[in-house]
């Protein structure tokens, strides 16, 4: 398998195949500007167009987050991001140009499929410099969250336990996707995906877990009318443990044959 994992000075450390060409790419990214397109602005007619305001980007992730990066270094509360899971079944495509022979082949070799022997490693050449660039954005108390599935999470924990610090990961939250299984369950039904989370250092600070919170805090209004609602963590379904249902599990006894 392409893809290992070690130790360098006591700290974790994975290897991929083109590691060594984007471990600095980020640097040669150039900065690019931020172009305002007026058209599809939101704001009143005649009114100036902030850069420092919400913004909606149309581009390449790794430019635009460059292009970020004079403006927002190290002042990002928290990051969410939702990168290719890389199932084999998207399409997605390596494009990043990177002065390497082999890599500039990947580039005639998209889209980046099940078949393809390289796919992890692609992925991770791609995630690299993105990572490190989110890393830059973030503040001190700030927080990343990133949306996997089985494909490449352990990959993900690994690279994030480099980037963020092995010591900087909160954890790893389960989400229930779906109910039963799908033509693409082989052996098990896989019902979940999962969300990793990292802290930029140990200024990150939970809220308060232990603040009452008013039921009708959890629906509001959005300013078109739309009844929205906040969410919140509860137990996977209702009814999911033994102890709630003695009548329909059984021990596993053990058999000596």
Known sequence: FP?????????????????????????????????????????????????DGNLVIHGDNLHALKALLPMYAGKIDCIIIDPPYNTGNESWKYSDNVNAPYIKEWLDSNPVNKDDMLRHDKWLTMMYPRLKLLHE???????????????????????????????????????????????????????????????KSDEFVWLNENIEINEEDFKYLTPDGKKCAHVRLEKWGSAAHAEDRPGMTDPIKEQIS
């Open 3 to 51: 893809v290992t994992i070690g130790r360098k000075n006591n700290m974790p450390e994975i290897q991929f195949k083109g590691k060594e060409f984007v471990f600095n790419h980020h640097l040669t990214v150039p900065y690019r500007p931020l172009i305002p397109d007026i058209k599809k602005s939101i704001s009143e007619k005649g009114e100036p167009i902030h850069l």
């Open 137 to 199: 954005l973030l503040a001190d108390h700030g927080s990343i969250w990133i949306t996997l599935d089985d494909n490449e999470m352990h990959h993900a924990r690994n690279i994030c336990d480099e980037i963020f610090g092995e010591q900087n990961s909160l954890g790893c939250l389960i989400w229930r996707k779906k109910e039963g299984g799908g033509q693409t369950d082989n052996y098990f039904v896989t019902e979940h995906d999962y969300v990793i989370g990292y802290k």
